[in-house]
């Protein structure tokens, strides 16, 4: 059984994953003491090429971000945080500090500036896409070495938008 801290946006979720006794496609998932059953359509593929889920018998289409820093659904883009609370330490953050868009949008505001100092987790970049505000946050704390946006800026799935080191 695996414990988990799951914050979304500002949320946060004590969730609990094991294995069905009837069901071998099945997860059970108890989320601040709620069971719910979830099937994945293939519990090999990785988390980055996941496309669609079954929960509490319904479907969901999700996209999740390989390094699970955002989850996106019908209902929009959410910033994530997984925590293990079995570990005896929390997981490092991953990542080199490059920071790309997750999805094409518009760039509408830049928080920082080149040479700032930020915090894990801080937000940098708003981009606009299906008129939604998406902030777009630290991967890791540093000091903002390259922005790669502006304003106004329209941006690709993957684009560069800034670099903290």
Do not use: C
């Not at 979720?13 to 108890?30: Q, R």
């Not at 996941?50 to 959410?78: C, F, N, Q, T």
């Not at 896409?129 to 903002?144: D, L, Y």
């Amino acid at each position: 059984m695996s414990r988990l801290a799951v914050t979304i946006e500002d949320r946060t979720f004590e969730v609990e994953l094991m294995s069905s006794p009837e069901n071998n496609d099945e997860i059970l998932v108890k989320v601040d003491g709620q069971t719910i059953p979830v099937i994945l359509p293939d519990r090999q593929v990785r988390v980055e090429e996941m496309e669609w889920a079954i929960v509490d018998e319904r479907p969901y289409e999700v996209v999740l971000d390989a390094d699970l820093h955002w989850i996106k659904s019908h209902l929009g883009l959410y910033q994530l945080d997984v925590r293990d609370l079995n570990a005896s330490v929390d997981r490092p953050l991953s990542g080199d500090g490059r920071v790309k868009a997750p999805i094409p949008g518009q760039i509408t505001r830049v928080m920082v500036a080149v040479g700032q100092e930020v915090q894990a987790g801080q937000p940098l970049i708003v981009l606009e896409a299906m008129k939604m505000e998406n902030e777009i946050r630290a991967p890791r704390s540093g000091k903002v070495k390259a922005l790669h946006v502006s304003p106004g800026k329209s941006v690709f799935l993957n684009e560069m938008l800034a670099e903290i080191g």
